[in-house]
């Protein structure tokens, strides 16, 4: 079995930071791209940022320039730094990975997701 786990949700004033942090662990072969979502409330979920293997980044129109997707190959894990926060960044934040298994079988994992609230 494969698992996600996100950290790093709470609630953040306006114009300021918080950092997501993921971890993929299990029997894990390789991690193709990984990605952030978000789903605000009564929106439907998208597309963060998304990071290759190699490092190329995607970002939405909406966070770039004030988010930044890494990762750590070796640790098997994705971070999210968002500064510059504002009330429409609200929402729950999901961990995305493509990943191969131990078997071979490559699948698409979430994480259980986590709040981020913006608001003074």
């Known amino acids: 079995q494969v698992h996600l786990v996100e950290s790093g949700g709470g609630l953040v004033q306006p114009g300021g930071s918080l950092r997501l942090s993921c971890a993929a662990s299990?029997?894990?072969?390789?991690?193709?791209?990984m990605a952030w979502y978000r789903q605000g409330p009564g929106n439907q979920r998208e597309s963060v940022a998304s990071?290759?293997?190699?490092?190329?980044?995607i970002y939405a129109d909406s966070v770039r320039g004030r988010f930044t997707i890494s990762r750590d190959n070796a640790k098997n894990t994705v971070n999210l730094q968002m500064n510059s926060l504002n009330p429409e960044d609200t929402g729950v934040y999901y961990c995305?990975?493509?990943?191969?298994?131990?078997?071979?079988?490559?699948?698409?994992?979430w994480g259980q997701g986590t709040q981020v609230t913006v608001s003074s």
């Open positions: 995305n990975a493509d990943i191969r298994d131990l078997t071979l079988r490559r699948s698409d994992y």
């Open positions: 990071i290759t293997s190699a490092g190329r980044t």
């Open positions: 299990g029997r894990i072969a390789s991690i193709n791209a």
